[in-house]
């Protein structure tokens, strides 16, 4: 399988409850991405990855955990969530620092809802 | 603090009818411009990069131009099939980070 996958598709979560959203990619890049797309806003960068090496956290809650245990996978741990943390949650890879880039590639995105 | 603003937010047209999208951006060391297609419920998908002022590229129906201040994604005879969300957004700080704009959401219809 190419590109980026992003699993689940769709989750539906209490306030209480305890989920992980899973990324894997397989073009060989070194750095991925987690961005929160809500509705007519832009994509909000949430955390950066390179070398697997966690080096930007935009000030994102403690409640969104985010784990890279190798090149090829990025998670995104849940807990404690609250409704407006509803949204399209969308990984990304690039070739990343010092290499000539093209774009990054973005998996479909987990589409969370907090109930 | 870098900033890309996109313009119209929504934008209909009638098949063939030929229009334009901007995307305006501050300009701090500009180091890539991007264009990116979003259908829904999917994640975006690259279209073009853009690197310095009177570059331009172009792949079917679409057309990007870049000037010192904004973009512009030219979108000739559209079809019904471009209909989607298109998003820009340029490099800013460091690890290749990508900020966006809200995006045009495009609908051509029949």
């Known amino acids: 399988e190419t590109g980026v996958t992003q699993t689940p598709r769709h989750l539906v979560m209490g306030m209480t409850n305890k989920k992980s959203l899973k990324c894997e990619q397989h073009l060989g890049h070194n750095a991925m991405y987690w961005y929160k797309q809500s509705a007519k806003k832009p994509l909000e960068l949430m955390f950066v990855y390179s070398l697997e090496e966690r080096v930007e956290n935009n000030s994102v809650p403690s409640r969104f955990s985010p784990e890279c245990p190798n090149s090829s996978h990025l998670f995104l741990h849940l807990h404690t969530l609250q409704p407006e943390d509803s949204a399209l949650y969308l990984c990304?890879?690039?070739?990343?620092?010092?290499?000539?880039?093209?774009?990054?590639?973005f998996g479909s995105g987990t589409r969370l809802t907090v109930v | 603090e870098d900033q890309v603003t996109q313009s119209p937010e929504a934008l209909r047209l009638q098949e063939g009818e030929s229009s334009s999208l901007n995307c305006s951006y501050t300009v701090s060391g500009l180091r890539g411009l991007f264009w990116y297609r979003q259908d829904p419920g999917k994640g975006p998908e690259f279209l073009f990069t853009l690197y310095s002022a009177g570059e331009e590229k172009e792949k079917e129906r679409l057309k990007a131009t870049l000037t010192k201040k904004e973009s512009f994604l030219h979108i000739t005879a559209p079809k019904p099939e471009d209909s989607a969300t298109y998003l820009c957004?340029?490099?800013?700080?460091?690890?290749?980070?990508?900020?966006f704009g809200a995006g045009t959401r495009l609908a051509v219809h029949p």
């Open positions: 957004a340029k490099f800013s700080g460091g690890y290749n980070k990508l900020i």
């Open positions: 990304a890879s690039s070739q990343g620092q010092g290499a000539p880039n093209y774009g990054y590639t």
